[in-house]
């Protein structure tokens, strides 16, 4: 099992920046992808980025150039900064570890954070 703990939500005015940690504890297997989604009411939940334990990302394409994740390896932590905030990434945000187990991907959830972007 795999415990994800988010941190770093809150309120912020259009324009401002925030950045939100994810610890991971538990079974945790070196090759990896830890990553960010983020849901608001009656829609589905979306892939905001996502960074494999080599360094490749995957971002949406409404964030790139505005947010950026990382990943501490040691830490089996992963960031994420966003700058740039606007009303529309008001959300709750999820951190997501999936990683493989024999033939099946193993797939993780924290409790989500809220981010609500407005002035």
């Known amino acids: 099992q795999v415990q994800l703990v988010e941190s770093g939500g809150g309120l912020v005015q259009p324009g401002g920046s925030l950045t939100l940690s994810c610890a991971a504890a538990?079974?945790?297997?070196?090759?990896?992808?830890m990553g960010w989604y983020r849901q608001t009411p009656g829609k589905q939940r979306d892939l905001v980025a996502a960074?494999?334990?080599?360094?490749?990302?995957n971002y949406a394409d409404s964030v790139k150039g505005r947010f950026t994740i990382s990943r501490d390896n040691a830490k089996n932590t992963v960031y994420l900064q966003m700058v740039g905030l606007e009303p529309d990434d008001t959300a709750v945000y999820y951190c997501?570890?999936?990683?493989?187990?024999?033939?099946?991907?193993?797939?993780?959830w924290g409790q989500g954070t809220q981010v609500t972007v407005s002035s």
């Open positions: 538990g079974s945790i297997f070196s090759i990896n992808t």
């Open positions: 960074m494999s334990a080599g360094g490749r990302t």
């Open positions: 997501n570890l999936v990683q493989r187990r024999g033939y099946f991907d193993e797939n993780y």
